[in-house]
């Protein structure tokens, strides 16, 4: 009895009314929530029951709630109840794609599998997100307004997405809705109409030029965007484009039409400053034009030409040269068509950066032996093709021997004779002058009045020069590059009379690694390049002077923007091998060897020289490449520093200061090092 007694209390406590129609089906079945008191597993428990749903709680689902429902509410109704109270204690639902239900806490809910909503209909408290796209308003301004009128410390979440222009918002069905609408009343276009002006006196970059001073001297205060008028000067047809509100539109063509007004005389001066081209040089180009137009005019015999004769005044151009501007007097229609002429030639001009690698390789071999005999008696044979000569190395030894002289000496009072020995010293000179010459291994034997000198010599070269010059020069402007040295060539010698006051004339000729190179750039993305490119270098001194080892290419050649092409090589090998030898004794097979010098030398040398352009059409272009330049040379200085310095490793090297944005300069030294003492202290 006590058993029932329990179980009625807790039905009374946690009574949901099912009252269903079986007669008919076209009635649903309807609910009548009560609850009081109840842990809210057990709410969930019963609420899952009646909608035949799976639900998965989570263990910090936790608590006691109490609601009571007067109406009898349908099942759609009843499972927003079920999202209400949740929502009000701090829970939420998360659906699954299979239809299992997810109870969790609010904060937890933006991270779960929360589905994608696009063109359904939920206007309860179920969990969802949407990625909404925005026209007219940038999202990073919108953004910061939305997330304070959604539940950021719950299960809402706003996200601005600025490449795409998008919001992503997550929340409550109602809540993301409400969001949703303020989004599209806010992305609203304003009135950006645009209206053309044509003028009939005035320039129009002139007119745009006077409009936007005034309204910079007018702004007391900041005005918003969507008010603040456009202002476009379009030459070649001379007019004023204008967009913007509706009134300040209004405003700025009332302007317009005010100024636009012919002048009293048929003439006029204007000054045009340029941005990029040379006033000098657009001179006589202008001149060249007016000429053409009035001659053609005056052919015409048209109302015009016979004006302009009237008028008694001439075309006027000038250029200033500091201002880099134009002085202009010419009536109004000649004024345009030379405006129109600055207009396409005043425009900026690209750039092409050239990158040579410059590749020689040189492999020298060289092996000498030669034997020469020699007697005292008279005889022996002789080399001179890289050996010492037998003869010359004899008399040197015999000046560098030490020598006894005995003489007599005859004493002056008693007449007797008495034999003296004095040690002569040799002289070394010539026999050092002789050994500092010899290459290699020399022995030398001497026995019986006969005499051998044996002589080997083996060396091998090998060089690599890789340079790579890189330029940067306007188009159609040339560029040069050198490293290297300038070495002295004597180009004469005079002496006076009686050889008194002799005087020698000394050029100076660059030597090392040349490159000159003019670009042009044709129609698309192909440049033409001439280049003459040159690598010399000193490879000794002779009888007269020095000699200098020089390869050149002079060349005309296309290629397209980042392409790298091969303008020459050189790819040579010299084999040479030289033999002297006594007639008859040289020839023996073996004991041949010992009455000959033989000398043989290899020589391969490979040249290639590859060339890339590339085009720079704008700033920021050349200010990439200008940062990955700086960073490979501040890496390698960097480099440097890790490896130390020999003898002095408390020392750092320089290095270039830190430049980390490519869109800026880097800073100067004097900065980087006012830097480096604030951090220091």
Known sequence: MRLITQVLKT????????????????????????????????????????????????????????????????????????????QVYGFAVVEMPSGVLKVVRDKDAKTSNI???????????????????????????????????????????????????????????AVVNRLVEIIERVDQAGDREVDIVKLRYASASEMVRIIDSINNSQAKQATPANLEPKIVADDRTNSVIVSGDIKARQRIITLVERLDKELESNGNTRVTFLKYAKAEDLVKVLQGVSASISAEENKGGNAAGSRRRNSGRDISIDAHVDSNALVITAEPDMMASLQEVIRQLDVRRAQVLVEAIIVEVFEGDGTSLGVQWATEAGGGQQFTNGTVPIGSLAVAADQARDKVIRSNVIGADTGTVTPVEETQEGDPTLLANLLGSVNGFLVGVIKDDWGAVIQAVSSDTNSNILATPHLTTMDNEEAFFIVGQEVPIITGASTGSNNSNPFQTVDRKEVGTKLKVTPQINEGSAVQLIIEQEVSSVSGATNVDIAINKREIKTTVMADDGDTIVLGGMIDEDVQESVSKVPLLGDIPILGHIFKSTTTSKRKRNLMVFIRPTIIRDGITMNKISHRKYNFIRAEQLKRQAEGIPLMPLTDGPSLPDWKNPLELPPSFEEYLQNKDKEQD
């Open 11 to 86: 039905l009374l406590a946690t009574s949901v009314f099912l009252l269903p129609t079986v007669a008919s089906p076209a009635f649903a079945a309807e609910y009548s929530p009560n609850f009081k008191g109840t842990e809210i597993t057990e709410f969930i428990n019963i609420v899952g029951k009646n909608l035949k749903k799976t639900i998965i709680v989570d263990p910090n689902v936790r608590g006691k709630i109490t609601v009571r429902s007067y109406d009898l509410l349908s099942e759609e109704q009843y499972y927003q109840f079920f999202l209400n109270v949740l």
């Open 115 to 173: 589905p994608v909503i696009d063109g359904q209909v939920f206007d309860g408290d179920e969990m969802i997100t949407r990625v909404v796209p925005v026209y007219s308003v940038p999202v990073r301004e919108l953004a910061p307004i939305l997330r304070q009128l959604n539940d950021q410390a719950g299960g809402g979440n706003v996200i601005s997405h600025d490449p795409s222009n998008v919001m992503m918002l997550t929340g409550r069905a």
